[in-house]
């Protein structure tokens, strides 16, 4: 069962704009990358489900951060079915995030009011997702869709909607402040925040800061 409710969860998201995203079968390395993002300042973080036994992993992570970062809200990614929703919910999952649009995964998170929040690719996805319960709606490929343009150009007969793009977003200003003009919701960053040179160095530090530094420049970009 979730730790936080889903609008706590909604709100803190749109609070901080962005959600770090990351993939490890390792749990002491995702130990310590939940650690870096939460010195870092952030307090939600995505769990990607890429690679077999990832819902194990996830059940231990999730059981050491309600002990040790109790106030990181952590959540399951790539989820592709309303099934796999159910195990990581079940483990705890406090939001699910979806490459893809499925009535069925709406309704298993609706049924245990667990954020969710699907992949769109039109105004027409965006607007079903929202019919079906969705509060914030993902984009992705976010540049391949179609950026920041794509952002504004929904926004526009649709101002309600609360877009998160994911893919091709990076810490820098130039990419964010285009993501932020065009109105999005929130940001989701892996690979451009927690880069390989971060892992290969084990240089958590500098995770720590860029996270801190991210957050400091989406507050400037919305202000």
Known sequence: MARFKRLNVINKVGEQGMIPVYYSPDIDRMKKILTACYNGGLRSFEYTNRGDFAHEVFAELNKWAEK???DMILGAGSVMDAGTASIYMQLGAAFIVSPVLKRDM???CNRRKVAWMPGCGSATEISYAEELGAEIVKIFPGSAVGGSSFVSAV?????WSSIMPTG???PTEENLSAWFKSGVYCVGMGSKLITKEIINNEDYDQLSNKCRETLKLIEKLRS
Do not use: H, I, Y
């Not at 926004?155 to 101002?159: E, M, N």
């Open 106 to 108: 709406a309704k298993v």
């Open 155 to 159: 926004l526009g007969p649709s101002p």
């Open 168 to 170: 091709d977003v990076a």
């Open 68 to 70: 040790e970062l109790p």
